[in-house]
């Protein structure tokens, strides 16, 4: 049986460069010149609204996209208090608030309220973490319809999702 950290490099090999797609960016959240980085102002800024912004939730995707083959990114979280991140479906509805779960075309874990880790996959499910994640690595084999979650530095699953076939997903759902 393979050790975490064998199975963590053996995902880490199909790593991907994403960058933030500002054009889907909430007019709250902004993006760093390098489009790596985001974070919530305090102030909408003004952006035209085109089908592709999120207008209600404060959403992000990644530039990139793919229907087959195996990816993986990672995402620093370190010091956050709230955060959501994931994948999502190409598809989704970006003009009404949502809630980011698989049956509205969104695969994520996120922290709310500094401490309380939740994955929403058919019902809400708490994730039991021995510590905060300074880094969280995210898998996705397309082909096998699974997207899993790594805490980087203990090199542990956090919650994996399967049974995803059949969408074209976006890298990076963000949510801040």
Request: glycine share 6%.
């Amino acid at each position: 049986m393979p050790s975490r950290l064998e199975g963590l490099y053996k995902v880490q090999q199909f790593a991907v460069d994403v960058t933030l797609d500002p054009n889907t960016a909430h007019p709250l959240l902004v993006l760093s010149e390098d489009r790596k980085q985001v974070h919530c102002g305090d102030v909408k800024n003004k952006l035209p609204a085109t089908p592709q912004r999120f207008s209600k939730s404060p959403n992000v995707l990644g530039k990139q996209s793919f229907s087959s083959g195996s990816s993986y990114f990672e995402v620093q979280v370190k010091g956050k208090t709230e955060w959501t991140l994931g994948v999502a479906q190409k598809s989704i509805n970006r003009k009404r608030k949502i809630t980011v779960c698989p049956e509205n075309g969104f695969w994520t874990i996120w922290l709310k309220n500094d401490n309380v880790y939740e994955a929403c996959a058919d019902t809400w499910i708490s994730l039991s973490l021995k510590h905060p994640p300074q880094k969280v690595g995210v898998f996705v084999d397309y082909d096998n319809g699974l997207v899993s979650f790594y805490d980087v530095d203990s090199a542990e699953v956090l919650f994996s999702f399967t049974g995803l076939k059949g969408y074209s997903l976006n890298h990076g759902n963000l949510h801040v």
